[in-house]
């Protein structure tokens, strides 16, 4: 007989943040329903009652096989055939070849049952996958800011394998386990007698009751376990991705006793993990083969006082090896389940987060005659007891360049992030053009504004992709005309494979310099009314800097510009510049003004400049 369950698998999936909402177990499989029988969608409708009705006839005919094989064993003993064997009046050859074919068409039954049902759980699983990966774009940038990228991309995962397994197991495991034991059960009551199926619902009960308490007690051990494997890869990762710091400090052994540290705590619980999973494997085959023998010990009774015959005592055998041997993997199976439900409730729960920047119902798009921005007494901040914003009031006119300025922390990048509908002022107002961008769609206000950040991150494909990334329905001669008014044209034709070139990840095969020029190839692409300029030249060096600064400022030719600078050199031309201070104007007014005037902007002007020197 068959051991209770399968090795444990190595760790792979780890407990998820804390923070995490789970959505109740109840709650994931009402979600989970209608992408198995969805409005409207018939097809998928006939083919889960297809798949229903295979698994049906699949089940019948599997307990019809032992009965071929009884019937076959009674005549070759010279024993009369009797009942099912009768009616189809088979010799012995008949009922071996009759037995080969149910156990044939037990299996064609099945695979024909997957077959049907197989583009419905796929279907399924794109469908939530991506209404997943929607719902996290729709979250606002607090929400991803708070949270790992990787975490919410290993929530999905899990979330969709765990529909997966569901869908399969729960359907095609358990649910035909429950119905072959139904029926095996009512067959050794109707032909053996009560007593029969008395001991086999007492051992299986005993066996299910066993199998989940002490799989319970492996779930908290398998949990810490996996918290433990999670550690020590963090600080694996950690100490790699530092590879050049710790060759710097000589700290390999330093580096590899911490590693061993967090591995002696997973050492620890792995080995528990496995002595348990030995405790459980022993335990099930003890209550089987109680089982079996008890029956098989009441069948043997039964032929020695002339009750039975021996094809019966065969049939007995073959019920209980069959109804026994999709026991063996209920352990598993039921800890698999739990950790589905788990991981579906994650990702459900994910879906259950409300987006914070929703659309107006029925907003109009935005309508940008000129690109005039204003902000009227702009009130804002990340957390309402400590304030960013304290009354900011600037009109940008339509086609004129303000610089915004100041240490950090004074509200600069806020104000950017405002304007782009991140975040939603919490008083005031934010206008473009008299609208309210609180009041039109986001689509069409994130059309109307192109922005060149500090650091571009470019995705992980060619440098066409990247730049047109812009303008997706972009013809390849605009593609090129941007690299050339971005002045990357020409670098990009010295790459081995020119504009095919990949890139890396997050464009790390690039200097910030040629990101940069990458990043304002693709923002010239868009062609916006409105352009932010977030510290787009902080990070590079001085001769980048003015080589970057010439294509921004060709790139503002005719566009309303916001300018967020750190370098006050770059901001010498604009029209206005904005000195914030905690939240607050504290200067406005043209650079000469401004440097006229003796007060803050002058003030810092004169500090960088003594850098520079």
Do not use: C
Request: without cysteine; glycine residues 10%; charged residues 20%.
């Amino acid at each position: 007989m068959m051991r209770g369950n399968r090795p444990d698998p190595s760790p792979s999936r780890n407990p998820a943040p804390q923070d995490v909402p789970r959505a109740p177990a109840r709650e994931t499989l009402r979600r989970v329903i209608p992408y198995l029988w969805p409005e409207g969608q018939s097809w998928v409708k006939r083919r889960v009652v297809f798949a229903l009705i295979a698994l049906l006839l699949g089940k019948l005919i599997s307990v019809s096989v032992p009965w071929f094989f009884k019937a076959a064993v009674d005549t070759l003993g010279g024993t009369a055939p009797s009942g099912l064997a009768a009616a189809v009046g088979l010799g012995a050859v008949g009922l071996t070849v009759a037995y080969g074919l149910a156990r044939l068409l037990n299996t064609v039954f099945a695979e024909l049952r997957d077959f049907v049902f197989v583009r419905v759980g796929q279907r399924a699983l794109r469908l939530l996958a991506l209404e997943t990966f929607r719902h996290i774009h729709a979250l606002s940038l607090r929400y991803h800011i708070t949270r790992k990228t990787g975490g919410l991309s290993r929530i999905i995962e899990r979330g969709v394998k765990g529909v997966d397994f569901l869908l399969r197991f729960l359907l095609f495991s358990i649910g035909p386990l429950i119905l072959e034991l139904v029926l095996v059960s009512t067959i050794f009551a109707t032909y053996f007698g009560l007593s029969y199926m008395l001991t086999v619902v007492g051992v299986i009960t005993a066996y299910i009751v066993f199998t989940f308490r002490v799989t319970e007690w492996r779930v908290q051990i398998r949990r810490r376990m996996n918290e433990l494997d999670t550690e020590a890869n963090q600080k694996a990762i950690d100490s790699l991705l530092n590879f050049e710091t710790v060759k710097y400090f000589g700290a390999e052994k330093r580096e590899a006793e911490r590693y061993d540290r967090a591995m002696e705590g997973y050492e620890k619980f792995a080995i528990q993990t496995g002595q348990s999973l030995n405790f459980l494997n022993v335990g099930q085959t003890l209550l089987l083969t109680i089982g079996l023998v008890a029956v098989m010990v009441m069948a043997a009774m039964g032929v020695q006082a002339g009750t039975l015959t021996v094809g019966d005592f065969v049939m007995v055998n073959a019920y209980m090896i069959q109804i026994t041997m999709p026991l063996n993997f209920l352990g598993s199976v039921y800890r698999e389940i739990r950790q589905a439900l788990v991981d579906m409730g994650e990702m459900f729960g994910l879906l259950g987060q409300p987006a914070e920047i929703v659309d107006q119902a029925g907003a109009p798009d935005l309508k940008v005659s000129g690109g005039e921005v204003v902000l009227d007494d702009v009130h804002f901040g990340y957390d309402p007891a400590r304030p960013i914003l304290k009354g900011v009031s600037v009109t940008v006119p339509a086609g004129h360049t303000l610089a915004l300025v100041g240490p950090s922390g004074s509200g600069k990048s806020t104000i950017g992030r405002l304007l782009f509908r991140f975040y939603d002022v919490t008083g005031g107002a934010l206008r473009i053009d008299g609208q309210d961008v609180r009041a039109v769609t986001q689509d069409s206000l994130h059309a109307a504004i192109g922005v060149v950040p500090q650091d571009t991150v470019l995705f992980n494909d060619t440098v066409l992709y990247n730049i047109a990334y812009g303008r997706p329905e972009a013809s390849r001669a605009e593609i090129e005309a941007a690299a050339k008014a971005a002045r990357i044209h020409d670098f990009i034709m010295s790459l081995p494979e020119g504009y095919e070139t990949k890139v890396g990840e997050r464009g790390l095969k690039l200097s910030g310099g040629e990101k940069q020029r990458v990043g304002i190839a693709r923002t010239l692409l868009k062609n916006p009314p409105i352009l932010l300029l977030d510290e787009a030249t902080s990070a590079l060096d001085t001769q980048t800097e003015r080589d970057i600064q010439e294509s921004l400022r060709e790139m503002g030719q005719g566009r309303t510009v916001i300018m967020i600078a750190h370098r006050l050199s770059t901001v010498a031309d604009a029209d206005e510049i904005v000195v914030l201070e905690h939240g607050q104007i504290v200067e406005r007014g043209r650079h000469e003004a401004l440097l006229a005037k003796g007060g803050r902007y002058a003030a810092m002007w004169a500090r960088q400049s003594a850098e520079v020197a």
